[in-house]
């Protein structure tokens, strides 16, 4: 069965500090996508970037980066000199993929991290 | 802007009642979600919908009721047979009829059942 788990469920840093965000996953299929999404207070979820099973290539987007390790399941998000705006809840998320119309498409996402980031 | 309305922000409901949630999109995506969220938990798929006039059940759809009558709307009909309907639902499109790709969501709607 597919599962996300995200171990850290809050996270206090001070502004300016980096913190790891960890999501471990497990899942029985070669081709998957795994997402990462920000909900900030006001409720909807953002989505931060999207990562396919044949591309373990690091990315970088500014003080965000990820880093996606098949061999440990594992796909980190890294937020370099933290600022207040950065408190939220942070899922993790994984898909299969879909091709045909009628199966089941969901996300299976893990239960979030609250980051909070103080002045 | 295009984006994804939910209505209302904020929903209190009497135990046997029904209660309808809106979600309307603009954005001319396929595919249509809602998601239910507890405190502390992640997201469950509650029904979702690859096209108009057409929906799957997701994880948890006992107690809940949906329709697609049109590409733009997918309102979620809470039923008194959901046992512990009190919590944070998130409506979410999706350009693709998959979900390969990225899901945009609405602000959410909280209920609760007094």
């Known amino acids: 069965a597919q599962k996300v788990t995200q171990a850290q469920t809050e996270i206090s840093v001070v502004e300016k500090e980096d913190v790891t965000l960890d999501c471990v996953y497990e899942?029985?299929?070669?081709?998957?996508?795994l997402f990462w999404y920000k909900q900030p207070p006001s409720g909807e979820l953002v989505f931060l970037i999207r990562?396919?099973?044949?591309?373990?290539q690091n990315e970088i987007s500014g003080r965000y980066s990820w880093n996606f390790q098949k061999s440990t399941s594992s796909f980190n998000f890294t937020i370099t000199a933290s600022q207040v705006v950065d408190s939220a809840v942070y899922f993790c998320?994984?898909?299969?993929?879909?091709?045909?119309?009628?199966?089941?498409?969901?996300?299976?996402f893990g239960k979030g991290t609250k980051l909070s980031v103080k002045p | 802007d295009g984006g994804i309305t939910q209505s209302p922000k904020y929903l209190f409901r009497k135990e046997g009642q029904n209660v309808t949630l809106s979600c309307e999109q603009n954005?001319?995506?396929?595919?249509m979600y809602w998601y239910r969220q507890d405190p502390g938990q992640g997201l469950r798929l509650i029904y979702y919908?690859?096209?108009?006039?057409?929906?799957q059940k997701g994880d948890i759809a006992e107690g809940y009721s949906v329709s697609r009558e049109k590409k733009e709307s997918f309102p979620l009909t809470v039923t008194s047979a959901q046992k512990n309907p009190t919590a944070f639902y998130l409506c979410?499109?999706?350009?693709?009829?998959?979900?390969?790709?990225?899901?945009?969501f609405g602000e959410g709607s909280r209920l609760t059942v007094l």
């Open positions: 954005l001319n995506h396929d595919a």
């Open positions: 990562r396919n099973s044949f591309d373990e």
């Open positions: 979410a499109s999706n350009p693709r009829a998959d979900v390969t790709g990225e899901l945009f």
């Open positions: 919908s690859q096209i108009v006039n057409d929906f």
């Open positions: 899942t029985r299929d070669t081709t998957y996508y």
């Open positions: 998320a994984l898909s299969d993929l879909i091709f045909l119309r009628g199966s089941q498409g969901n996300l299976i």
